[in-house]
Each structure stands twice: as structure tokens, then as C-alpha cells.
């Protein structure tokens, strides 16, 4: 089993960025590839990016393609996602989640979920 939990969300103004961190537990993280999702209130969750177990490949959403990177770093058994030119509209809790598969999107394919971290970008 794997635990994992978020940190780095925050009130930020539009334009502005926030990174964020996903710290998991156990041996086995490399073993995983990990993905990052969002949700709004009264929307739902919605794919983000993901990154494959070594890091070497990646794959993000339109909607945060270019503002967003996603990265990870095995030594620490921590997931990353950098977030830059922030919109009000990406206001949402952030959760990351592990995967047997990169280029999964949908949340059904990801087995193990952190509680979430609240990103609030203001206009």
C-alpha cells in the first residue's frame, strides 16, 4: 500500500505560481507512475498531468499545457508539479495518485490517492 500526501497549495494572485509536492510512503515508489488531478467545486475531477515511473516521459491536460510541469524525484519518493502564470480558473483542490500507466487520464486507472492540497488563485 502506498500513502501519499500534498503540500504547497496557498491563496496566490492571478499571474503568479505555487508548486506543489506529493510525498509518498513505502519501497515501492518508482515503481509507479503518478499523475495529478484537480477538483472545483461542483465539478469533476479532472486530469492534470503525469509522469512515468522514471521521469522520462510526461503528459499534461490542454488546459495547463505550457504553465505547468510535472516532475519527480525517486530519491524522495516525491512527485512534483511547478505551476506558473496561475488563472482563477485553476482554482481547485489538487490531488496526486499513482498509476501502472503515464499516459492514464482517467481517475479510474489510478489506484492510490492523497487527501488533497487547495490552490485558490484570485483575480
Known amino acids: 500500500q502506498v500513502q501519499l500526501v500534498e503540500s504547497g497549495g496557498g491563496l496566490v494572485q492571478a499571474g503568479g505560481s505555487l508548486r506543489l509536492s506529493c510525498a509518498a510512503s513505502g519501497r515501492t515508489f518508482s515503481s509507479y507512475a503518478m499523475g495529478w488531478f484537480r477538483q472545483a467545486p461542483g465539478k469533476e475531477r479532472e486530469f492534470v498531468a503525469a509522469?512515468?515511473?522514471?521521469?522520462?516521459?510526461?503528459y499534461y491536460a490542454d488546459s495547463v499545457k505550457g504553465r505547468f510541469t510535472i516532475s519527480r524525484d525517486n530519491a524522495k519518493n516525491t512527485v512534483y508539479l511547478q505551476m506558473n502564470s496561475l488563472k482563477p480558473e485553476d482554482t481547485a483542490v489538487y490531488y496526486c495518485?499513482?498509476?501502472?500507466?503515464?499516459?492514464?487520464?482517467?481517475?479510474?486507472?489510478?489506484?492510490?490517492w492523497g487527501q488533497g492540497t487547495q490552490v485558490t488563485v484570485s483575480s
Open positions: 495518485a499513482t498509476s501502472s500507466s503515464w499516459y492514464a487520464t482517467r481517475p479510474l486507472l489510478y489506484e492510490y
Open positions: 509522469i512515468s515511473r522514471s521521469g522520462g516521459n510526461t
